[in-house]
Nanobody, 115 residues
Framework: QVQLVESGGGLVQPGGSLRLSCAAS????????MSWYRQAPGKERELVAG????????NYADSVKGRLTISRDNAKNTLYLQMNSLKPEDTAVYYC????????WGQGTQVTVSS
């Protein structure tokens, strides 16, 4: 059974940092591209960043370039999102997505950026 479990969210002040993790199981993690999405209240879910199966290729939404970094550890079946210089507009539920089959989602983790 495919499972994606996010962790690491929380409340942080503007300018602060967080590191999100997504633990994957039930499929061969190293073979599939992975992504982070986010959904703010009243807004559609949007792509934040993506990474190829081997980790050599990444892409980012313009709004997060230079501040957020996606990475993966295929030996640990884990996807990461390092979030620096956080802004209030980064407040959202962050979801892990696996490009496996028709696509699989995690349950999400809340990130709140507020003073």
């Amino acid at each position: 059974q495919v499972q994606l479990v996010e962790s690491g969210g929380g409340l942080v002040q503007p300018g602060g940092s967080l590191r999100l993790s997504c633990a994957a199981s039930g499929f061969t993690f190293s073979r599939y591209g992975m992504s982070w999405y986010r959904q703010a209240p009243g807004k559609e879910r949007e792509l934040v960043a993506g990474i190829a199966s081997a980790g050599g290729s990444t892409n980012y939404a313009d709004s997060v370039k230079g501040r957020l970094t996606i990475s993966r550890d295929n030996a640990k079946n884990t996807l990461y999102l390092q979030m620096n210089s956080l802004k209030p507009e980064d407040t959202a539920v962050y979801y892990c997505y696996a490009n496996y089959g028709r696509g699989r989602w995690g349950q999400g983790t809340q990130v709140t950026v507020s003073s």
